[in-house]
């Protein structure tokens, strides 16, 4: 049915791939999009192969991605014009894999604001430097000129990585790109003009000769548009709802279809589970827990959803530290497959619905219903009917009830509605509840069908689905999703091995490769653009009056990020922020920009000063790239420093040197071929118990340098072949820096936690007689940089006996 006064949807290539308001059509064929969200950014290249595996044993015809701008082009260019430097060989490996090697299709996401709790929210922090100075409002995401100069920028380079890989450019029965979405839950972000901006993106994917469908998340302005271009954007759902507001799903998809009723409805985002957050709790605590997955998945295709993609399916790590401001370095998101690669009781559910979608999904995506009346229902029963074109009834069955199950015989009354939920909410990336106003659902044309009797056995929270075939009689059906067949765990497992002494040495910051700067400017003019330490050093001759005057030392910063001072050897007094040290403290101050004259770092160093020549030494603390309000369009690096007579403004600018990498990291300290000379060895605690989570549970102790490198050596035993065992690193320390893993960076160690055992990949470690080389490099925080004992352990619970 086409929605009056709605222009009609245009295929460019309708052989290939269209869609209705039932679903998606391939080389002629009804779909039904069952996908799985994997990040190819957040997983080594070399596990890629184990984890569509995984995913398409589960049944899954799609894999969907993100594709973050700042990961692709790391360079600053001149001008939204220039060529750009971009590396997208990785974006090619995958889908190549994705599509040739596993048969899926593939759903591409490039933002360019992709939130993801990702670094930027997927934009470059360089851009920041282009952002116009009459802009007082938000400017990235906004209909600002010069902004969307810059998108075309990007979608110019992506889209023509993703030209050759739609399906429209593949052989008959190949798989390709099937849909490309553009912006990303706009709805959450307030500005003027939204249109203006969608109509450029859109008009870019046509530009680089993109004719796949095009959609859209949470965008009001695609979903009711009569514009005759971005009526041609069809708009999507997102579902991260409460523990036992599963209904909500069906409610909203019936809302979706009724505002588009010449689309799909499909779920964008289909809760998978939930990321975790510096000072916070792990995603492995939240509430979403596996029967909540079966019945938001159950729930959405009540509703008439013919496209699920559930995110995350597969979350990973935030190695290098590409994670948002705030975020762990674990991305594990209590998902199906887990960070490490383990098959969680998610994993299994998401099996038995795409068993269920194998063997139903065709006749689902064209199937009519919805929720309906239950007569003689407990309150915590919910329920509804779909039927197929050629007779087959789906009975839908729900137990909100998260304690108690419910057995007992109800009656479905087809095309009759049942109550429905007055308040409905979806939850944003804050964790907050987001009112949503869905359309009244109407009455169904199944009402014409006689009522059904179910006797129904539900656990709590659980969700099943009673299958009547085409022609037979009530009681003759089935329940469906089937039960799965869980792995079996090994009985024994290698032990753990407690680290009894490690090496360490302090930074050598002498042996910086330090450039002069004739002014301070931003690290991104000094080709960093992503998230490592970086060094300051000024060296100031100072008469006597002055270094017993200026005992203040001050510090401009382009962003909220913490740095760390030795004036001639000692550590500096901070006087501000008191509390630097736990990172949760970057959410201040979200919604105000910093100020040329504001200063954001501030010591105390009385007494540190002496007549004549003096050295202060600047450790930068890149705290990440916030994915949201103002941090988002911020530079990184010091703006303007010196010393001061006063506490509030600044009296003496300093002449400042800078090395883009600590000197550690200069002279291969973190690589496993590097022989250490001249390093302590300490002696940790092997009695004490090491928590295997939590906050504020880091050593206490006092500073006594700016950073500070360790080093650990261990073997692991040579691995059996029909055993799959994951490893990790569980690390009670202080000090906030970055780990490696024979020479590759598996992320940031934050000392306020909660995270306190770190993914080992196992394709980065090595079993049998080669040794294996973990290096921690640590700014030292208030409590020092003390590492007080580690483990390296199997993940017990999560090994698996392989065929």
Known sequence: MQAKGVPVKHFTHPERIRYDGSCMTIDGTDVFIYSAAFHYFRCPEELWRDRFKKIKEAGFNTVETYVPWNWHERKMPLSPESPGEFDFSDLRRWLDMAQNEFDFYTIVRPGPFICAEYSGGGYPVWLAKYRPESINDFWLRSADYQHIRWCKHWYDAVCKEFEEEQITRKAKGEKGIILIQIENEYNH??????????????????????????????????????????????????????????????????????????????VTELQGGWFSLVTGRLSDEHYSDARHFRALGLMSILGGASGLNYYMYFGGSHFDGWGARGMTTSYDYNAAIRENGATSDKYFESKALGEFLQKYGTLLARSEGGPCMLENAPKNLFGGMRVAKDGTRFIFLHNTDSKQPLRGKVKVVPGKLGRQSELMYNINQHGEKVKINAVKSEESRLQEMKPIDVVYDLPALGTKVWVIPAGASDEKGSWWPKPQVHPKRPSRFPQSIRVASVWRKEDAFAEADWKSLSQLVSLSDLDVNDFRYTLYRAQVHLNAQQAVDEHFLLFNMYTRDIVSVQVNGKPAKRLFPDKADAQSWTTRDCFSRIRHDEYDNRFDVSGLLCEGDNEIIVVYENLGHAHGYFPMEELTGIRQAGLSLTESALTHPLQWECATDMAGITAGWYLPEYVPEDWTKVFLDTQCSIPERGNGVQPKGTPDGLFTWYRIEFELPRQQSNVWIPWLARINASGNGYMWLNGHNIGRHWEAGPQREYYLPECWLNFGSRKNVLVLGLRQTGNGAILKAMQIAPYANDAEIRK
Do not use: W
Not at 191 to 219: G, H, M, W
Not at 222 to 249: H, I, M, T
């Open 189 to 266: 972000h307030d500005c003027e003009n939204k249109e203006e901006l969608l109509k450029a993106l859109y008009q870019s994917v046509r530009n680089s000769k993109i004719d796949i469908p095009v959609f859209t998340c949470l965008t009001q302005e695609c979903r009711y548009s009569k514009d005759p271009e971005l009526s041609q954007v069809f708009d999507s759902d997102n579902y991260y709802v409460g523990l036992s507001s599963a209904p909500d799903c069906a409610y909203r998809m019936l809302s979706l279809k009724q505002a588009q009723p010449d689309a799909p409805g499909f």
